[in-house]
């Protein structure tokens, strides 16, 4: 009994210092949980930040996408338009360029006369010459018929000067119809480079004619070169051409033929 009244103090001591270590073990343990779950809790934030971002940057990609979309179905729809004004114009350019055609056989038939026309006036003139004394009522009609080619010759000189004026005006009109002005200058107004094609703001109203090539350039500074596939109203729609591209044409871009 003594002897356990002697050790009861060294093992109470040693149940405190048990005590104490455990309490110790138990705060560490605690502080440690206690700090994963604050790590935890900032790495959800920091997840549910880069969540709503993502989802901001999926609605915006959502709206550009049909705003794509749409700009594509309207210039589909432009298209169909553009090439039934196209169909027009080709039209109106065949028609002027028979009619230039048939103007130059007309031109070329209306020389040929003058210069038949000038060649018998030619042979009566030689023929006067030759006469010396003829009869005076022979030199009288040879008189009228010299006046009357003459005259004759005076009206087919109109005539060619006429067709002449006329033709100009024709060809002028076909090379108004069927090309596209030099240094015409635009904007690129949307780029699909998946499908690589852009929109420029320039059309019919600009006389821009199919296959026309535009240089893009932005800054000053070359981007590349696009070809004309289609022409609307205001509009067209021109493929990029690999070969020439320095960069990715952009909106905004200025264009020139």
Same mark, same amino acid.
């Given at each position: 009994?003594?002897?356990?009244?002697?050790?009861?103090?060294?093992?109470?001591?040693?149940?405190?210092?048990?005590?104490?270590?455990? #309490?110790? =073990?138990?705060?560490?343990?605690?502080?440690?949980?206690?700090?994963?779950?604050?790590?935890?809790?900032?790495? =959800?934030?920091?997840?549910?930040?880069?969540?709503?971002?993502? %989802?901001?940057?999926?609605?915006?990609?959502?709206?550009?996408?049909?705003?794509?979309?749409?700009?594509?179905?309207?210039?589909?729809?432009?298209?169909?338009?553009?090439?039934?004004?196209?169909?027009?114009?080709?039209? %109106?350019?065949?028609?002027?360029?028979?009619?230039?055609?048939?103007?130059?056989?007309?031109?070329?038939?209306?020389? #040929?006369?003058?210069?038949?026309?000038?060649?018998? =006036?030619?042979?009566?003139?030689?023929?006067?010459?030759?006469?010396?004394?003829?009869?005076?009522?022979?030199?009288?009609?040879?008189?009228?018929?010299?006046?009357?080619?003459?005259?004759?010759?005076?009206?087919?000189?109109?005539?060619?000067?006429?067709?002449?004026?006329?033709?100009?005006?024709?060809?002028?009109?076909?090379?108004?119809?069927?090309? #596209?002005?030099?240094?015409?200058?635009?904007?690129?107004?949307? $780029?699909?480079?998946?499908?690589?094609?852009?929109?420029?703001?320039?059309?019919?109203?600009?006389?821009?004619?199919?296959?026309?090539?535009?240089?893009?350039?932005?800054?000053?500074?070359?981007?590349?070169?696009?070809?004309?596939?289609?022409?609307?109203?205001?509009?067209?729609?021109?493929?990029? =051409?690999?070969?020439?591209?320095?960069?990715?044409?952009?909106?905004?871009?200025?264009? $020139?033929?």
């Amino acid at each position: 009994m003594n002897k356990l009244a002697k050790f009861a103090p060294i093992i109470v001591v040693i149940a405190c210092l048990g005590s104490l270590a455990l #309490t110790f =073990l138990v705060a560490k343990t605690k502080k440690e949980h206690l700090d994963k779950i604050a790590e935890l809790d900032g790495s =959800l934030t920091a997840t549910k930040a880069t969540l709503a971002k993502t %989802e901001n940057k999926l609605k915006q990609t959502e709206t550009d996408l049909t705003k794509t979309k749409g700009d594509l179905e309207q210039a589909n729809a432009t298209l169909l338009t553009t090439k039934a004004a196209l169909d027009e114009k080709t039209k %109106e350019a065949d028609a002027l360029k028979t009619q230039v055609a048939d103007k130059d056989t007309q031109l070329q038939k209306a020389t #040929t006369d003058l210069a038949a026309a000038q060649g018998a =006036l030619t042979k009566i003139q030689e023929g006067l010459t030759r006469i010396g004394i003829g009869d005076i009522g022979s030199l009288d009609k040879l008189s009228e018929k010299i006046l009357n080619l003459s005259e004759e010759n005076k009206v087919l000189a109109q005539q060619l000067t006429s067709l002449h004026n006329e033709n100009q005006k024709l060809h002028e009109q076909v090379e108004f119809l069927s090309t #596209t002005p030099v240094g015409l200058r635009g904007r690129v107004q949307l $780029v699909q480079s998946k499908w690589g094609f852009i929109v420029m703001d320039l059309g019919h109203a600009q006389r821009v004619r199919p296959n026309t090539e535009f240089l893009v350039y932005r800054d000053s500074k070359f981007v590349g070169k696009v070809q004309v596939v289609s022409v609307a109203a205001n509009n067209c729609i021109a493929q990029i =051409l690999p070969d020439y591209q320095r960069r990715p044409p952009q909106p905004g871009d200025l264009v $020139v033929h």
